[in-house]
Structures are given as structure tokens and as C-alpha cells.
């Protein structure tokens, strides 16, 4: 017997998802309302605007009732809604001038990233999910606090931010 639920994932623009060449043919063989399902994960994913989203649309082929899972956004396009910026580079020029980080962020904004891709995470941590978002912004050039997150972490491990994973 075939399974009664299809899944359809789809990696969105936040807010602005629509019909395309891949996706109206799936909608339409399941006979879905696409213009609705659109638009509860357009209305869904507002927040995210800017950012890739991935989502999946999973569909019960006999009573075409559907359920939208929302995703979140890969740590790095995260860091860069926190900081306000578009593209994580640091040109030539900047280098010249002696630049050596894209912005920095404050460690609670690093902890609130951290509690928003604990799901996706392998760890039910939060100190070491803490940790993997700082890798993340070493390898973006992103200080913490004014920092090298590398030092943040060499901090964390020295304990001096348990009061944020304090239960």
C-alpha cells in the first residue's frame, strides 16, 4: 500500500515563496490549493525576509490536508540578520585599512541564535551549541563582544559565561 502523506520541501526567499516550474506541477497532481499554501508560508516565514528558508509541505493524498513545516535559516545568513548586513566579506580595501572583522555581535545575540538552531543541532547543549555559532562567525571574520570569537570561546571554557547556561 502506498504511503497517504507526500512531502514537498522547498528552500523559500523568507516571505516571498510562489509557484514554480518544479513546484506548481507537484501541487497541481495533488490537487492542493497552491495559492493558499503559498500564502501561509509566505505569512509564516515574514520574518525571515532576506534569508533562504527551507520548509516542507507534507500532504495527505486522501483528504488533501496539508501541514507546513518551517525550518530555520542556515547560522551564517542568522549572524548576518543580527548584524545588519548582506554579504560577510571583507574586501581588499577594508584589509588595507586594517579591518579584520565584519561587525560583532553581542553574546546574547550569539545565545539567541544558538536557542534558534538547537533543534537542528546534534547537541541538546546550549553551552555547545553556543560554541558551534561561534565557529560559525571564526570562519565569518565576526567578533563577539569586541573579540575574536575564538577568544569567546576560550572564555566559555574558562567558565566566565555559565550564568547564561545557568538552568
Do not use: H, W
Amino acid at each position: 500500500m502506498p504511503e497517504d502523506k507526500e512531502t514537498i520541501e522547498l528552500l523559500i526567499d523568507g516571505g516571498k515563496a510562489s509557484p514554480g516550474p518544479t513546484t506548481a506541477p507537484k501541487f497541481a497532481a495533488l490537487k492542493i490549493n497552491m495559492g493558499e499554501v503559498f500564502k501561509s508560508v509566505n505569512e509564516k516565514t515574514k520574518d525571515y525576509s532576506g534569508m533562504q528558508v527551507p520548509v516542507k509541505v507534507i500532504i495527505d493524498r486522501n483528504t488533501k490536508e496539508y501541514e507546513i513545516k518551517i525550518g530555520t535559516p542556515p547560522v551564517s545568513s542568522l549572524i548576518k540578520k543580527e548584524l545588519g548586513i548582506g554579504v560577510a566579506k571583507i574586501t581588499e580595501e577594508d584589509k588595507t585599512k586594517g579591518k579584520v572583522s565584519v561587525g560583532s555581535l553581542g553574546f546574547e545575540k550569539v545565545v539567541n541564535v544558538a536557542k534558534a538552531k538547537m533543534e537542528d543541532f546534534l547537541s541538546n547543549d546550549l553551552k555547545n551549541a553556543v560554541k558551534q555559532v561561534l565557529g560559525t562567525c571564526v570562519s565569518m571574520k565576526v567578533f563577539v563582544n569586541e573579540k575574536p570569537a575564538k577568544e569567546i570561546i576560550k572564555e566559555i571554557d574558562e567558565g566566565k559565561f555559565d550564568n547564561f547556561f545557568a538552568n
